[in-house]
């Protein structure tokens, strides 16, 4: 019986191993080397000594991952800490801002009824055609009325609203049952009190992402603050890094030590916030 | 509390959800809203909530006006058909949520809910989300937050309605056993006659917008107003008999046959009439005498202690409750008799009770 079962079980294996199957694992398994093998020769070229990166045939694993020689040059010759700091410091205020502006706007155009409420959202999408290096135009002369060239709060002002995240947002508010926000105005709550302890929390997962994606595009920017930042303190990593390479000499190490530095947080950004997403997901309690 | 309503009508656009409703609903009852999907039951509801503005009319809790008032500052518990729970919360949280806006107390406002939560039976799911819940479960919690800030009315959507058979049967009682023990007015929607009938101190028939009847339950099937509240109580329905009143005798449409019937004598010769028979209100007599009419039994069917019977009287069939003894087969001559109850005359036209 016993082995009568295990063949069967084999046979099964056999039968459900079809070539396109083998095909299809052996194409996932290429396209996932070539998206991450960049990454990898990054890092680990930051770990590299010089002679290790220009000799021939290539050392894929570095000498000593504690060879840490790469960081400290970075560091001396570039106030990379100072780039890091700008960086946080417009993330955190760009994503706060946005995040707040595009819950509010959300919630009036998915609950509240004004008119030319769907006119005006729909302009508001015609606008996210407008390719941004055209609005920076404009937004260079008005930054510069504000006399807030060549500042953080240069890099922050242009960025604290976003349509795109909020036709995101609007459309999961639009899905969110009309039953359950009569039911909190019946239990006595305000559209203020609805928004934040009703919307908001049901809406995590939505808000994640868009916290996510936000804050990958805040902190990847590099062509506003090319044209804003004329100092070199006022860099954030990105242009810190194009910097730091055009002024630099020509040992990759170093190069590779800044742009691990620049590329880091986000992928740890990434790993944190995944949980939430994914968990954010469960929903329930209503029924029809 | 009591509920007086007066003219209210609700238009949206062309079209009249509401049409002219006036009524009074008495403090401490439980009241149920009946009628067909579409006859504007719960537009009626979402009204006395205050979720739709009113398009002309009033409403008054006790001697306050409401009409203009907004549904969080009237007073109202609202249980949605779909419960309408929040789905992040846990159980607790959910009864607490209203009290938590009226800024009461941490530890009062758990007192409460969980006192509320053992009315409901739902104290043993304290922590857990809506969505770990049962249908039956659910919608205890959302009879308990509507509950837990002591609303002066409780309106109930449907409540009912995404249960199986058999809890809501149960659900039935606990409903009635709740508003009984609370004493708080309760309107609740529904389209099921039977639990209508079963629960409620009052029923409001409605019918396209338009109050049919208020009456309470038996009442309401004793006594119908007309022909449609006739016709959506009872089961099975109503026997209908068209014919025309002819010298006070009802004869059928197409003259083949006719009989004496008293009512017949109110209305206009020749005016078109419908005879309503509840199927237990016909029966067989002795002879022919004390018949209303004498008909031909066209099929039976065994139910225990009786039959369920079709006559046929001219080309129309009936059904009626016949004795298995007397022992009537297809084809017998039958004497019919009408009981006092049960037996009502409509103008065809107009579905008005002829008196």
Known sequence: METNEKVSLLTRIKRNVTLGKVLTYVFLAIGALVMVWPFYWMISSAFKTQLEIVSFPPAFVPNSWAYLENFKIAFVKAPFAKYFFNSIVVTIACVACTTFTTILASFAFSRLNFKGRDLIFSLLLSFMMVPFEMVAMTNTTTITQFGLNNSLLGLIVPFTTSIYYTFILRNFFVSIPDSLYYSARIDGASNWQYLWKIMVPIAKPSLFTIILLNALTCWNSFFWPRIIITSAENRTLPFGLYAFMSEGGTEYGPYMAAATIVVVPMIALFLVARKYIVNGVARGGLKG | ?355
């Open chain 2, 1 to 355: 509390m009591k509920i007086k309503i007066e003219h209210l009508t609700k238009r949206f656009g062309n079209f009249t959800a509401v049409d002219d409703f006036s009524t009074t609903f008495e403090d401490g009852e439980l009241i149920a809203l009946l009628g067909p999907s579409g006859c504007g039951k719960s537009t009626m509801l979402n009204m006395l909530s205050g979720i739709l503005p009113v398009t002309e009319g009033k409403i008054y809790f006790d001697d306050d006006d409401v009409t203009d008032v907004s549904p969080d500052k009237r007073g109202v518990g609202l249980v949605f058909q779909n419960y309408a729970l929040y789905p992040h919360m846990t159980v607790l949280q959910n009864i607490c949520f209203p009290l938590e806006i009226q800024k009461m107390p941490k530890e009062e406002r758990i007192a409460k809910a969980k006192e509320m939560a053992k009315l409901v039976h739902v104290d043993e799911f304290l922590d857990r989300k809506p969505g770990q819940l049962s249908g039956g479960q659910q919608q205890r919690v959302a009879i308990a937050r509507a509950l837990v800030k002591k609303p002066r009315l409780l309106l109930l959507d449907e409540p009912l309605s995404n249960l199986d058979a058999r809890l809501r049967l149960e659900m039935r009682e606990e409903i009635r056993r709740i508003q009984q023990e609370t004493g708080i007015t309760t309107v609740f929607v529904t389209h099921d006659q039977e639990e209508a009938m079963s629960i409620s101190d009052h029923i409001v028939l409605m019918k396209l917008g338009v109050k049919q009847q208020y009456a309470e339950p038996q009442e309401l099937y004793n006594d119908p107003a007309n022909n449609f509240v006739a016709d959506f109580l009872g089961n099975p329905p109503i026997n209908k008999i068209f014919g025309v009143a002819k010298g006070g005798n009802f004869e059928l449409e197409d003259g083949s046959a006719s009989f004496p019937f008293e009512l017949c004598s109110k209305v206009a010769e020749g005016t078109k009439v419908t005879l309503g028979i509840r199927a237990e209100s016909a029966y067989p007599v002795a002879t022919a005498e004390e018949a209303a009419f004498v008909g031909e039994v066209s099929s039976t069917y065994a139910m225990g202690k009786e039959e369920l019977g079709y006559i046929k009287i001219g080309n129309q069939e009936f059904r009626a409750y016949i004795a298995s003894e007397l022992g009537y087969k297809k084809g017998d001559a039958i004497n019919v008799g009408f009981k006092d109850r049960g037996v009502f005359l409509f103008v065809t036209e107009t579905g008005e009770r002829v008196r």
